[in-house]
T-cell receptor, first 114, second 119 residues
Framework: DQQVKQNSPSLSVQEGRISILNCDYT??????FLWYKKYPAEGPTFLISISSIKDKNEDGRFTVFLNKSAKHLSLHIVPSQPGDSAVYFC?????????????FGTGTRLTVIP | NAGVMQNPRHLVRRRGQEARLRCSPMKGHSHVYWYRQLPEEGLKFMVYLQKENIIDESGMPKERFSAEFPKEGPSILRIQQVVRGDSAAYFCASSPTVTGSITGANVLTFGAGSRLTVL
């Protein structure tokens, strides 16, 4: 039962353009969302997060948008750079329920073309 | 300040053998999580431990899998009598406290993973 879904396994974007990675979730108890980036042969590294009390969080070139009514979040990267090429995982947790773990999507492989 | 250290990075076992994967959390972190990533899938939670305690093992298969985080030394994920379906990347993560706080300060820091191949 995949509670966090990333329906696009891959995305290619030209350098300098915007990358938009999407994520949907089914569990209405999720109240904290994160994006992780993963390079080959490395572990996932934390990128940006958002609490359900917000609908937007920005950090430099990275912005995460949350639409609670649609149970949808997205990660925008602008401008995209070749070094952004990686697999991006969306993750969610139900902090208010005291849950201890993160639920991950299956990832989207972003390729930024120079 | 070393990050989360996992070893071995690669482990090959034959069916029926035992696999032991080790994880040393970041300095100052007292919470350890194990995740498994099967081919073409996302990371799946297995177990959450604090020193000498298993807090949540709801994601752990009921048989052949066990985990510990002793008072001294690394956390160990043990898989007995491995089968081909156990072939996966096993990631360990640590945090200073329970993850997902309102401030966002307590996110998980992952190790580079241990890739288990069962022949």
């Amino acid at each position: 039962d995949q509670q966090v879904k990333q329906n696009s396994p891959s995305l290619s974007v030209q350098e300098g353009r915007i990358s938009i990675l999407n994520c949907d979730y089914t569990n209405s108890m999720f109240d904290y969302f994160l994006w992780y980036k993963k390079y080959p042969a490395e572990g996932p590294t934390f990128l940006i997060s958002i609490s359900s009390i917000k609908d937007k969080n920005e950090d430099g070139r990275f912005t995460v948008f949350l639409n609670k009514s649609a149970k949808h979040l997205s990660l925008h990267i602008v401008p995209s750079q070749p070094g952004d090429s990686a697999v991006y995982f969306c993750a969610a947790s139900a902090e208010q329920t005291g849950a201890n773990n993160l639920f991950f999507g299956t990832g989207t492989r972003l390729t930024v073309i120079p | 300040n070393a990050g989360v250290m996992q070893n071995p990075r690669h482990l090959v076992r034959r069916r029926g053998q035992e696999a032991r994967l080790r994880c040393s959390p970041m300095k100052g972190h007292s919470h350890v999580y194990w995740y498994r990533q099967l081919p073409e899938e996302g990371l799946k939670f297995m177990v959450y431990l604090q020193k000498e305690n298993i807090i949540d093992e709801s994601g752990m298969p009921k048989e052949r899998f066990s985990a510990e985080f002793p008072k001294e030394g690394p956390s160990i994920l043990r898989i007995q009598q491995v089968v081909r379906g156990d072939s996966a990347a096993y990631f360990c993560a640590s945090s200073p406290t329970v993850t997902g706080s309102i401030t966002g300060a307590n996110v998980l820091t992952f190790g580079a993973g241990s890739r288990l191949t069962v022949l």
